[in-house]
């Protein structure tokens, strides 16, 4: 059980184009998802906390109209990096939280890789 | 501002060496701690989760400790495998809610066979 899926799990992509990395809880419902932004040998960073039907919640720094994040419903979150460039290369990765009543942890998807040329 | 530093960065053994991972926070005052591992280019796989309230977990060949007020955890894997070979991620739970994690940067292990 708990398991967290992304997709893709890598994406190359042109300087200026935008990209959508979906993030599925598939087997809880998710209350709250998070988005993490890791560097090569750097921490998990967190970029934001989305609450299903409300609006994002961005970490300081963490330009909310570059990465639009969406959670429309209880199993689903969508990051899109819009007008992408070469230093927004890095590895993503969401987790979900079941809330209230569930595991009282976070459960993390397997990344996704983006490559901005 | 809590910080988890993790060391080594690095570590390597022959396979069967018992050996220790070191995670040590700036402010004790955190909820749950959190040992994660990470393959190369993929997600996290939980580890251990060991309460505020908690000692210790154990799970197999690992076992983590917590100690709160000196800020300090370990990870202790017995008996290593080649198949252990990965980054192991310490993370510190800062709400009661396990909403928010803090986390180090790792400790990189290659064990050879």
């Known amino acids: 059980g708990a398991v967290v899926s992304q997709h893709p799990s890598w994406v190359i992509c042109k300087s200026g184009t935008s990209v959508k990395i979906e993030c599925r809880s598939l087997?809880?419902?998710?209350?709250?998802m998070f988005w993490y932004r890791q560097f090569p040998k750097q921490s998990l960073m967190l970029m934001a906390t989305s609450n299903e039907g409300s609006k994002a919640t961005y970490e300081q720094g963490v330009e909310k109209d570059k990465f639009l994040i969406n959670h429309a419903s209880l199993t689903l979150s969508t990051l899109t990096v819009t007008s992408a460039h070469p230093e927004d290369s890095s590895f993503y990765i969401c987790?979900?939280?079941?809330?209230?009543?569930?595991?009282?942890?976070?459960?993390f998807g397997p990344g996704t890789r983006l490559t901005v040329l | 501002k809590q910080e988890v530093t993790q060391i080594p960065a690095a570590l390597s053994v022959p396979e069967g060496e018992n050996l220790v991972l070191n995670c040590s926070f700036t402010d004790s005052a955190i909820y749950n701690l959190q040992w994660f591992r990470q393959d190369p280019g993929k997600g996290l796989t939980s580890l251990l989760l060991i309460q505020s309230s908690q000692r210790e977990q154990t799970s197999g060949r690992l076992n983590a400790s917590l100690d709160k007020s000196s800020g300090r955890s370990t990870l202790y894997i017995a008996a290593s495998q080649p198949g252990d070979s990965a980054t192991y991620l310490c993370a510190v739970v800062v709400n009661q809610a396990g909403t928010a994690l803090i986390f180090g940067k790792g400790t990189t292990l290659s064990v050879s066979s």
């Open positions: 987790s979900a939280h079941p809330g209230a009543g569930g595991y009282n942890e976070q459960f």
């Open positions: 087997d809880f419902q998710a209350t709250t």
